[in-house]
């Protein structure tokens, strides 16, 4: 375990060795704005007003605050309102790559992701979560939605398929990014938004596994509560945390639902709106 221990915080400061000459190699090639140039020249500027510049700065180089700020004043200014104009036409962007197919990635993992909304919603009015009993509530509610409830069967397989869709899309949506180098400045926050979305659409897919809690769950849960419990030093307050602890029962049920149905959505559905926003902010990376 001490030797895990070591390894673990070895392979954190080379990360972050790494990422700090990555950062200080873009912000060489990073032309200086005029803010910048007047944060060095002023030499008598205090550390607030120098870290508050320089916090503008990389925001506004990155999100346009003041060209955004400025086309909001005189659109709340003008007496003639009209619709705003595309993204592709405000910045006369080549808008071929808007039909390229692997650019359509992030919009079907959208669109599987609100049709596991709707679809979940439906399920969850018949889903009654309880991992305890011979049969469980959660494998009796379960079994009647697939056999007595009305399109029952047809709303949890279209569910389980868009669960396959988005888990598909998302990391292909990745690798198309990372391939075509659309994550480099200044576009690094939001890739790092995406690996999170990532990473908890994988969680999401999980969660939801294990629901039925039949023995393809069971099994399941018996593997993530074994990886939960060999994280170094936090394993048994990570197994705890999500399986209600450091050995499987019912109780594991009740957690993953919670987690699956009001946890994760709302954490989802934030950095998605965030995600997009930035998105139609920076504009879509055409390949370098």
Request: with cysteine.
């Amino acid at each position: 375990m001490l030797l895990q221990f070591w390894f673990l915080w070895l392979f954190i400061i080379i990360v972050t060795v790494l990422v700090a000459l990555t950062l200080r190699k873009e912000n060489e090639d990073i032309p200086r704005k005029e803010i910048l140039r007047a944060v060095e020249s002023v030499g008598k500027m205090g550390l607030a007003e120098k870290l508050f510049l320089w916090t503008f700065s990389w925001l506004d180089t990155r999100f346009r605050i003041q060209d955004y700020w400025a086309m909001s004043r005189d659109a709340y200014q003008s007496v003639h309102r009209q619709m705003p104009l595309t993204h592709a036409e405000k910045y006369k962007l080549r808008i071929i790559w808007y039909w390229y197919p692997l650019y359509c990635l992030g919009g079907i993992s959208f669109l599987a992701f609100i049709i596991l909304i709707i679809t979940g919603t439906v399920l969850g009015i018949y889903y009654v979560p309880g991992g305890d009993g011979d049969p469980t509530p959660a494998y009796s509610s379960m079994e009647f939605i697939m056999t007595q409830l009305p399109f029952g069967y047809i709303i949890r397989s279209i569910h389980h398929w868009a669960t396959h869709f988005m888990v598909a899309s998302v990391f292909l949506h990745m690798c198309r990014v990372y391939f075509t180098g659309a994550y480099r400045n200044p576009r690094e926050l939001n890739w790092l938004i995406g690996v999170g979305l990532m990473l908890l659409t994988i969680v999401f897919g999980y969660s939801g596994y294990l629901l039925p809690w039949d023995a393809l769950a069971f099994g399941a849960a018996t593997i993530g509560i074994a990886m939960a419990k060999s994280t170094p030093l936090i394993g048994s307050w990570v197994a705890t945390l999500m399986f209600g602890g450091t050995s499987l029962s019912g109780a594991a049920v009740t957690r993953m639902y919670f987690l699956h149905v009001f946890i994760l959505p709302v954490i989802v559905t934030t950095l998605i709106i965030i995600h997009l926003f930035i998105v139609w902010v920076q504009g879509i990376a055409e390949p370098h």
